[in-house]
């Protein structure tokens, strides 16, 4: 395999990209609780820990390098667009940017976003009301912002999985799904029965396809 060159290595972009990414998702997220702090540094370490593989250092491409050399040994596995490991392993001879799981991969992180975007707006439309938000995002599912999350990192891993991504992803999940209860729990404490009548109406991270969308405030 030949060096890695100008593949890699390049810092100035890991920067760039990690602090666009997270000051995006910053403005659409607007975190204001502890609460919204972990679950907001934790999708920041998954995007710094991506773009540390994507430009920096291809530490999943080192590891598996003699298998990816052996299986693949008409592809360089040190160019940089080989590291789009989906497309290179499934044989697609174009650009990987213009591939199918590339391609997955930007519907999912903008549906993560938008659903991120839309969830706080209704939140906190609520939030200055004193209710509880159970309009837009909230009357189909009830933790829309960490579904958002979730959506985003699989697009990126879509996109450029690397080993540590991969680790960090189902503990991430673990990790909002425990945020969501907290949250619950929160809300059952504050708005009593009616939080319990939402909870029985309302899915809390997939939403019935074929139900229609509740519009279920509460004072």
Known sequence: ??????????????FINSAVFIIFAFSFFKPQTKRDWRSFGAFSAFVVALFTEMYGFPLTIFVLSGWLQ????????????????????????????????????????GG??????????????????GRLATTG?????????????VLIMLGFLMQWPTILTLAMFPVLVWMYARLARNEEADNLARFGEAYRRYIKAVP????????????????
């Open 1 to 14: 395999m030949d060096d890695a060159g100008a593949s890699y290595g390049l810092w100035l972009l890991v």
């Open 70 to 109: 052996s299986t693949w040994p008409d592809i360089d596995w040190l160019a940089h667009d080989s590291g789009h490991l989906p497309e290179m392993m499934f044989g697609w001879q174009s650009n990987p940017h213009f591939g199918p799981f590339h391609i997955l991969s930007f519907a999912l992180i």
């Open 112 to 129: 993560g976003f938008w659903l991120i975007s839309v969830a706080w707006h209704h939140l906190w439309s609520a939030q200055r009301q």
């Open 137 to 149: 995002p909230y009357a189909r599912i009830r933790h829309p912002q960490y579904v958002g999350f």
């Open 204 to 219: 809390a991270f997939f939403p019935e396809v074929s139900g229609a969308t509740r519009e279920t405030d509460s004072p």
